[in-house]
């Protein structure tokens, strides 16, 4: 059966006090409303469409590659209201299943639990039963227990405000219907709102089946008003990620202590220290050890590579058993094959360090490709920018370059040659040659030190 998915996002959210859309703000480094398209678009055979209003430019640019059906509701009236929008573009068959931008965490196991419930004659509504519901719209049941209305929390009844049982805002209709019941709506309530929930009691009218899923926790139908309910959310979400990645294999030295904001693959035996961040997409393979404080995004790490401490990684490819860090960075367009070594305060970018190769100490490495077992000393520096252009450096395999070098790109330095400490390389060194380019050293006897005036 066809599924037509809204998902609803006009609203205010006044209560973040925001220059930003509520909905572009992230929950583990993604926008919350990209979270519910990626979830939305993991389900077979359905098509989507996003309601935006308040700040609805932002939300539309942001959301292009989704290419969801972008439905215009200025001056938003009630979630029956955008549903109303919506409705000249669902599908006359099928049914509709409403979700909201700021509900993040829902996942698609629920919402397919709902569509196997679904047909012409039924309505699904995803229900929670909360030790606190207030501020939700109550489950209001009949003798026989089945589901007769939803009634908001500003229109309810004492009694009905003691029912514990509340609705996510999530449902499924069946299109054929669903149409007739929004034309129906009024907005004759507390807050003079079209309500989406009055088509519950239109359904019961009518003799549709009513029928209630639950989701398998509260995490995945909070919604988030304001910044504390977000940083509580981003918390459940890392907690949640930390025992999945335990479970996939990987050992976290402190699980409360690790952020994903994407996507972080890892092998078995990864060991990851405390306070770590993972950005983009990262992939660790197995045996990967990362120490504590290290700052990973977009990069995949080949097996049993080291990352010590204090070490920053961006859009770079690491080979296995590398050994990096501590205070290493390596900048976008890093690629390290094979067993080669960053050291303490070295810096890379735009590098490929070949197998084995080592830079130990106190460099920089830009624009260049390195061959294999070249030993960098420390303090060796890359002098890639003339003040307008970038340039190349070129060095062979079995290279040795000595302490405190200065590498004026462009230039080559050709298998086996060996730099002196201290020097300025502006020119090509052959092969296997020894060069030296630095002032010679003058000593003189007895030198007469100055004495004071
Ligand atoms: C709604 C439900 C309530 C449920 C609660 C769950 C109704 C009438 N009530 O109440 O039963 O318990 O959610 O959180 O549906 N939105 C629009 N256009 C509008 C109004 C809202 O797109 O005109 C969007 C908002 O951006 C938000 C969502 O719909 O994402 C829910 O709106 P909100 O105003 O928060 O509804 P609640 O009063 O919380
Ligand atoms: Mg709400």
């Known amino acids: 059966m066809t599924q037509d998915i809204v998902i609803l996002a006009a609203g205010k959210g006044s209560r973040m006090k925001s220059a930003f859309s509520k909905v572009l703000h992230k929950v583990g480094g993604i926008a919350m409303v990209r979270r519910v398209l990626t979830t939305a678009s993991t389900l077979a055979d359905s098509k989507l469409h996003l309601v935006v209003g308040h700040q609805g430019e932002q939300v539309e640019a942001n959301c292009q590659d989704f290419s969801a059906n972008i439905v215009w509701q200025n001056d938003p009236q009630g979630t029956g209201d955008a549903l109303r929008r919506v409705a000249p573009f669902l599908q006359a068959d099928g049914a509709t299943l409403t979700l909201y931008g700021d509900v993040p965490l829902i996942r698609a196991y629920t ?38 209305a939803i009634v908001e929390q500003k229109d309810a009844l004492e009694s009905q405000l003691a029912i514990k049982e509340v609705n996510t805002g999530i449902l499924l209709a069946p299109n054929a219907r669903l149409q007739g ?39 995945e139908v909070a919604g988030v008003n304001d910044r504390v309910q977000l940083a509580a959310l981003e918390r459940e979400l890392q907690s949640q990620q930390a025992i999945s990645l335990m479970q996939n294999g990987a050992t976290l030295l402190d699980p409360s ?24 997409k990262v992939v660790l393979g197995s045996g990967v050890e990362v120490g504590p404080n290290c700052y990973l995004k977009n990069c995949i790490v080949g097996d049993n590579t080291i990352i010590k401490s204090n070490t920053l990684i961006e859009d770079s490819l690491v080979g296995e058993s590398c ?20 050291g303490n305060f070295v810096e890379t970018k735009k590098a490929i360090i070949g197998e084995g190769s080592k830079v130990n100490h106190l460099s920089y490495i830009g624009d260049t490709e390195m061959g294999a077992n070249v030993n960098v000393g420390a303090g060796t520096i890359t002098c890639n920018y003339d003040g307008v252009n970038k340039h190349k450096t070129q060095v062979a395999n079995n290279v040795f370059i000595g302490s405190n070098t200065s590498l004026v790109a462009p230039v080559q330095v050709a298998e086996g040659a060996t730099i002196a400490a201290g020097s300025t390389i502006t020119k090509q060194v052959g092969e296997k040659q020894l060069a030296f380019a630095r002032a010679r050293q003058t000593n003189k006897d ?5 004495t004071k005036k």
């Open 181 to 219: 019941w929004l034309a129906a709506l009024t907005n004759n309530n507390a807050q003079g709102e079209y309500y989406l929930t009055d088509v519950i009691a239109m359904a019961a009218r009518d003799g549709v089946d009513i029928v209630t899923v639950n989701p398998e926790n509260e995490a």
């Open 111 to 148: 919402l397919e639990k709902m569509t196997a419930l679904s047909n012409a004659n039924t309505l699904v509504l995803l229900t929670i039963s909360l030790d606190n519901p207030t501020g939700y719209g109550r489950i209001v049941r009949n003798e026989q227990g089945k589901v007769t």
């Open 257 to 280: 202590r690790i952020d994903v904001r994407g996507e972080l693959v890892t092998g078995n035996d990864v060991i990851i220290d405390v306070n770590c961040v993972f950005e983009g």
């Open 446 to 450: 007895n030198w007469p030190r100055p």
């Open 323 to 342: 050994d990096i860090g501590p205070f290493a960075r390596l900048r976008p367009g890093t690629q390290l094959a094979n067993k080669a070594k960053i």
